[in-house]
């Protein structure tokens, strides 16, 4: 019996052993935070994410009095924004380092039911010595790596700085230490292009189901094809990078018979649209500054302000062809300090129009065009945000100022290139308290 338990110790021991010292294949990591913010609006806006996420003011017309109608003082508490992640490190496969990532928070259908719980990023890595591969939800190439807004608001400097996370194909090549060429195809997701979801009748008062989502993009047959670079030199970084994508608006049209148009005809038709990003960070010590610009066509997706229009109509049957809007968007963003944070945001987004003529719907003397997208009236947007922080252990605090201005076009719309002669200016003054608890 004796001999017996100390074969069953020694047995026993060098289970224990060798589970010891035999390296694990997989680690696991939780990470997040807990975000509540605090906050007051002068001027309605577009905004998701229980209104947290402010884009542009929305103007919505005038009273009979000639008051701003979206013009009223709100306010608003929200802790949706906190978040929780999952980074696995796993072993070696096909000779490359493999890791994954996985973070949600609680803003999912943002329309519908913005404390639902939603996917922010969900990715594989294989990194090898030269090169890495992703596969997976992550921000869109242009978001440009580690380049992007200090700022205390949640829409993180948009519409100046491109928001999205999208579903991607990812390869990264470093010939060396300092240089990182990228190319991408991406998809749609959450963030989405604008088309037509449903078409009865080729009149305009008929064709109000302009709407977005991300099958326009899919029934296109092709994803964004994104191509980038990226230098770094200490505490210097500069980027470009260009895209091409195209969206399928409609899968039919109808024939335009007044008082019928019952026939359907299959169509086509794609909207292209090409994209440009150039970037650049210098960072020492306790100063960073940083600058983006983006020149592009239809970058609804990237939540910048524009879309596309009917370019051409064919009456037999009601066959349409498009002209994206042009934008133009920049920021610079200057932060100083560590414990104490001063920062500044300031930004700029201009509607540059088409580049053909559009299809007008109406007569000459009261034009009517149709413009699926993002508030596509826009003529331009700016924004200056100072800001205050105070990080101590595991808190930021963070008191923001921030003004937003938008010009919006109104009157006739010019058939020539989609803008319009005059203009309303919309403001909104947002001041905002952050705090923010990571773990």
């Known amino acids: 019996m004796k001999k017996l338990f100390a074969i069953s110790l020694l047995l026993i021991s060098g289970v224990a052993f060798s589970q010891e010292v035999k390296p694990k294949e997989t680690s696991v990591e939780f ?17 998701a994410a229980n209104e947290q996420f402010f ?81 997976g939800q992550t921000w869109h190439p242009f978001w440009g790596g580690k380049v992007f807004p200090t700022v205390g608001g949640l829409n993180t400097g948009c519409p100046f700085q491109p928001f999205n996370r999208s579903p991607q194909i990812r390869y990264d090549y470093r010939p060396n230490p300092k240089l990182i060429l990228t190319a991408a195809m991406v998809s749609e997701f959450q963030y989405k292009s604008y088309g037509f979801s449903k078409i009865d009748s080729m009149y305009p008062r008929a064709m109000i189901y302009a709407d977005k989502s991300e099958c326009f993009s899919r029934n296109a047959g092709i994803p964004e094809m994104v191509a980038a670079i990226e230098m770094n030199n200490g505490g210097f970084t ?20 007044p008082g019928k148009d019952t026939k359907k005809f299959v169509t086509n038709e794609t909207v292209q649209s090409f994209s440009f990003v150039g970037y650049t960070q210098y960072a020492q010590k306790k100063f960073v500054i940083r600058a983006k610009a983006v020149l592009g066509q239809n970058m609804t997706a990237l939540n910048i ?91 930021r605090l963070v008191l923001e100022y921030e003004l937003t201005s938008a010009k919006y076009g109104i009157g006739n719309i010019n058939i020539s290139n989609g803008l319009y002669a005059s203009g309303v200016d919309a403001t909104n003054h947002r001041v905002q308290l952050m705090m923010m608890y990571s773990f």
């Open 31 to 47: 990470y997040g935070f807990v975000r509540f913010e605090a906050f007051s609006d002068t001027y309605k806006g577009l905004n």
């Open 55 to 135: 884009i542009v003011p929305l103007y919505a017309g005038v009273d009979a009095n000639g008051q701003h109608i979206n013009q009223t003082p709100t306010y608003n508490f929200s802790s949706m924004a906190s978040r929780l992640g999952i980074r696995v490190i796993g072993p070696d496969i096909f000779k490359a380092k493999t890791s994954a990532n996985i973070e949600a928070d609680f803003a999912g259908d943002l329309a519908n039911n913005p404390a639902m719980l939603r996917v922010r990023q969900a990715h594989a890595d294989f990194v090898w010595r030269k090169s890495s591969l992703l596969v």
């Open 238 to 257: 500069a980027g470009a990078g260009a895209s091409l994508k195209y969206i399928r608006p409609t899968l039919y049209t109808v024939e335009i018979v």
């Open 305 to 395: 302000p524009g879309g596309f229009a009917v370019k051409t109509l064919t009456q037999e049957t009601g066959r349409m062809t498009y002209t994206p809007y042009n934008s133009l968007t920049s920021f610079i963003n200057a932060v100083y300090g560590q414990k104490y944070q001063f920062g500044i945001f300031a930004g700029y987004m201009k509607n540059l129009g088409t580049n053909e003529a559009i299809y007008n719907f109406g007569t000459a003397a009261a034009p009517v065009a149709i413009t699926p997208g993002l508030v596509p009236t826009v003529a331009s947007v700016y924004r200056i945000a100072p800001s205050f922080a105070i990080n101590v252990s595991k808190v």
